[in-house]
C-alpha cells in the first residue's frame, strides 16, 4: 500500500448528521449550589430556576449542527462511539482545536495540529495514524468541536 492510499483511508468517525432546531426548548431545573465531587455536604432543596440547554450549549444556532461518533480514534479525548457532538461551524479552526472535517469525501473527527505550516489530523488514539494533509488531497474543515454528549 502506497503512502497516498494509507493517507486517504479515514476510520469512518462519524456515523451521522443531525440538524439543530433552535425553535425546541429544553428546559431543566438549575439547582443554585455547585455540587461537590469530594464528601457529602448537607443535602438543600434549592432551585435557582430553569436552564434551556440549547442557550447553554449553543452559541451559534444558525451555523450548529450535531454529530453522531462511530469509531474510537478520538477515546483519549473523551469521545467515545455513539458520543453525540456539537458542532459550530462558525468558530475559526486552528491548533488543537478539534475538528470535523472532510477528507476526501470521507468524514472524519480528530485534533487539528498546525505545525510549521503544515496541517495534520491528529487521532487521540495511538492505534490510529495522522493524516497529513497533502497539497493534492482534497481536505475542508466542516466546524469546531464544542461539546460531547455522552452516557456515563
Known amino acids: 500500500m502506497s503512502d497516498k492510499d494509507r493517507v486517504m483511508k479515514t476510520d469512518h468517525t462519524i456515523k451521522s448528521v443531525f440538524r439543530y432546531d433552535s425553535k425546541k426548548k429544553i428546559l431543566r431545573p438549575l439547582i443554585g449550589m455547585k ?13 435557582e430556576g430553569t436552564l434551556d440547554l440549547n442557550e447553554f450549549l449553543i ?13 474510537n480514534s478520538m ?3 473523551g469521545i467515545f462511539p455513539d458520543d453525540l457532538l456539537i458542532v459550530d461551524r462558525s468558530l475559526e479552526p486552528s491548533h488543537n482545536k478539534v475538528v470535523i472535517a472532510l477528507v476526501d469525501g470521507e468524514l472524519t473527527v480528530k485534533r487539528l495540529k498546525v ?38
Open 35 to 47: 455540587i461537590p465531587a469530594g464528601f457529602p455536604s448537607p443535602a438543600q432543596d434549592y432551585i
Open 59 to 71: 452559541s451559534h444556532p444558525a451555523s450548529t449542527y450535531f454529530v453522531r461518533v462511530e469509531g
Open 75 to 77: 477515546i483519549n479525548a
Open 115 to 152: 505545525i510549521d505550516g503544515r496541517y495534520i489530523l491528529a487521532p487521540e488514539n495511538e492505534d490510529y495514524e495522522p493524516i497529513e494533509v497533502e497539497e493534492w488531497m482534497d481536505m475542508l474543515v466542516w466546524g469546531v468541536v464544542t461539546y460531547v454528549i455522552h452516557k456515563l
